[in-house]
Structure formats: C-alpha cells, structure tokens
C-alpha cells in the first residue's frame, strides 16, 4: 500500500517521533508525543503541500476496557481538514489522568470549548489554556462522567449556580456593551 502525501511529510520531517501511522479509507492518523503536538500540528497547517487549515474537532477517548492495550489510558484525537485540498488528518495523542496536553487555543479558536469540555468529561487538563474550567457540568460537579469508571448511577445535587457571566461580560465589552446587575 502507498502511504498518502501527509504520511510521508510526516515521516520525513519527524522521523521517530512520530510513534505510528495508518491510514482507513483514505483518513490518515498519526500518533505523537505530547511534546511533538504543536510541532506536528504546525507543520500540518502551514505546509504548502498539505493545509491543514480546519480544525474539524477534539475528541477524548477513555481506553480503560478496551482490549487491545493502549500505551496510556487516555487519548485526545484531534481531527484536521485541508480545505484547499479535500483531505484529513487525525492526530493522537495519548496520556494519563496526570499528564497536561499543550493547548492549540492559540493556533484555533476553536479548540477553546472543545479542550473545555474534554477537561470537564475526562478531567485531562491543557496545558496554557486560557480558561481551563467546566463546561457542560456544574461547577460543583465531582468526577468525571465520561470516565470508564465514573459510577453511572451516582447522584449529584446542584446548590450553587455558575452562570458563566464572566466569559459573557468579556465577550461584550469587546463589542462596547456593558452588563450591568
């Protein structure tokens, strides 16, 4: 089988540290070290030949039942699209419940609420993000409910509000309007 383009850039320009490769239907993937991220990722996005321009999605995978062994318990794969060239990438990243991903915030915006919410469902933190807090749980929230072992059946009870005012005042006063309580 002929490896794709993005393949072998990638092999080329990072060698060992590029610690697999496949490709399923035409998607490729990659795995790196998270010391290698913004590396690979920045070469993805600015090399001519690829343009890996969108950053389509993060996702977190918990690998604690799966049955094949895993080189860390967790996963963050993040999801690329070359608009000028039709084709994806899937960059993989393993880690444990301790380990802190660098933040690509400040390469997409977009990976602002995604790094959020995978920080609040799996409780893998990023590194440099600029407001690392829940998301989609409240703010008195214990665990982690995408997590292998979170017990499905456990209650919580809600007694504070967070209504997120912080981020929505910020985001006014840049367009001149002020919330006043």
């Known amino acids: 089988m002929e490896m794709s383009l993005t393949l072998r850039k990638l092999k080329e320009k990072f060698g060992d540290k590029i610690l697999s490769m496949s490709s399923?239907?035409?998607?490729?993937?990659?795995?790196?070290?998270?010391?290698?991220?913004?590396?690979?990722?920045?070469?993805?996005?600015?090399?001519?030949?690829l343009s890996y321009n969108f950053l389509v999605d993060i996702?977190?995978?918990?690998?604690?039942?799966?049955?094949?062994?895993?080189?860390?318990?967790f996963a963050v794969a993040y999801h690329f699209l070359s608009m000028a060239f039709k084709h994806r990438v899937r960059v993989k990243v393993f880690a444990s419940a301790k380990d802190e991903i660098p933040t690509l915030t400040g390469m997409w915006k977009s990976a602002d609420w995604c790094e959020r919410e995978i920080?609040?469902?799996?409780?893998?933190?990023?590194?440099?993000?600029?407001?690392?807090?829940?998301?989609?749980?409240?703010?008195?929230?214990?665990?982690?409910p995408l997590r292998k072992d979170y017990p499905i059946k456990k209650r919580q009870v809600l007694s504070a509000?967070?209504?997120?005012?912080?981020?929505?005042?910020?985001?006014l006063a840049l367009?001149?309007?002020v919330v006043e309580r």
């Open 119 to 144: 920080f609040d469902q799996y409780g893998l933190r990023f590194a440099g993000h600029p407001n690392l807090k829940r998301l989609l749980n409240h703010v008195e929230f214990v665990g982690h």
């Open 24 to 49: 399923w239907r035409g998607d490729d993937t990659v795995v790196v070290g998270k010391e290698s991220l913004i590396a690979v990722v920045t070469f993805l996005r600015d090399d001519a030949e």
């Open 161 to 171: 509000s967070d209504p997120m005012m912080d981020e929505m005042k910020k985001r």
């Open 175 to 177: 367009k001149g309007l």
């Open 59 to 73: 996702g977190g995978v918990d690998y604690m039942t799966h049955p094949k062994p895993q080189p860390q318990r």
